[in-house]
C-alpha cells in the first residue's frame, strides 16, 4: 500500500522543539524529493522545507531558516523535520509529500500547537 505516516507532532511551549516524522511505504522513497508543508487554519498550505532524493540539498522557506531542519533517511524510508525555537505562529497541520516528475503523493497530517 502507497502511503506516507506522519508522526510526532502536539502541543509544546514557546521556544521548544519537536521532531516530526514521515514514514514512507509502497514505493521506492529514495528516489523521492520530500518537501514539508504546513497549514494554518484560514490560511494557504505553505512549502516549509525540502530535501532532494539523496538528500544532498535543502531547501528552506524564510519563516524557518536557521529554525528548522529536514533530513532524511533512505535506508528507513523516512523524512524528519527538526523543529527548534518554535513560535506560536509555526501553529498548524504539518503534511509531508512525496514529489517525482507527474507522481505526487501526502500524508495525512499532524497537527503542531505551540502555546504557553
Known amino acids: 500500500q502507497v502511503q506516507l505516516v506522519e508522526s510526532g507532532g502536539g502541543l509544546v511551549q514557546p521556544g521548544g522543539s519537536l521532531r516530526l516524522s514521515c514514514a514512507a511505504s509502497?514505493?521506492?522513497?529514495?528516489?523521492?524529493?520530500m518537501r514539508w508543508y504546513r497549514q494554518a487554519p484560514g490560511k494557504e498550505r505553505e512549502l516549509v522545507a525540502h530535501?532532494?532524493?539523496?538528500?544532498?540539498?535543502?531547501t528552506y522557506a524564510d519563516s524557518v531558516k536557521g529554525r528548522f531542519t529536514i533530513s532524511r533517511d533512505n535506508a528507513k524510508n523516512t523524512v524528519y523535520l527538526q523543529m527548534d525555537r518554535l513560535k506560536p505562529e509555526d501553529t498548524a497541520v504539518y503534511y509531508c509529500?512525496?514529489?517525482?516528475?507527474?507522481?505526487?503523493?501526502w500524508g495525512q497530517g499532524t497537527q503542531v500547537t505551540v502555546s504557553s
Open positions: 509529500k512525496a514529489v517525482k516528475a507527474f507522481s505526487n503523493l
Open positions: 509502497g514505493f521506492t522513497f529514495s528516489t523521492y524529493t
Open positions: 530535501i532532494t532524493s539523496s538528500g544532498g540539498s535543502t
